[in-house]
């Protein structure tokens, strides 16, 4: 477990170093403070929310396009109605934009968690390490003057490297609405499969930060 963490934080820090050099050449790095309201259909007691803070440096190659995007991040998530805080995630995502309308990245994360990831009653501290891919696909569903609606349908697969298999899948669907230059709303319902234990469907509602 020490050893995992050990080459984890080291990685982190070589690609936070390495994504600092490219916000020498990136005209405007992307700062997102991402605040989420989740509320579980399935389970009681389980309304959770969460922080989270990035920043996307973008590779550009001669012509200022961007090759790929590097995101470190750092999220915090509370279970409300518990009064816990249930998991601390530190971590670096690259992706690329594949075409407008698709993107796809692949986190590496460590986290601290104290939580309910096998049966809703059953809370277990631990850390852990975790791959998280993730396919986006969205499509601009309206624009009037200033307003813009965005649709989007997201996949994410996460692999826990401590256990040795893939822990979660979870598809996503909703809206996205930027309000003014700085700030987005959306709403999405979501589907968790938590492999070979219980699923949620969710509802979340956030509030992002965007400059």
Known sequence: MKIKACVFITLASFLLTFSLCFAVWDKKPEFRWIQLYRYDLRQDNHQLYTN???FTFNYLDKKEKSLFKLTPFFEIRRNIDKDLRERKELGVEIGKDIFPWLYLGDAIQHGWMKEDYRYPADYVKRDYTE????????????????????????????YDFNVGAGVRN????????????????????RHIDRIHYYDSDTFEATVTLVF
């Open 52 to 54: 989270r803070l990035s």
């Open 131 to 158: 791959s998280e891919t993730r396919l986006c696909f969205s499509h601009q569903l309206l624009s009037y003057k200033s307003f813009n609606l965005k649709g989007f349908v997201l996949d994410e697969y996460t």
């Open 170 to 189: 979870e598809v996503a669907i909703g809206l996205i609405v930027p309000v003014g230059k700085y700030l987005e709303t959306g709403i999405n319902w």
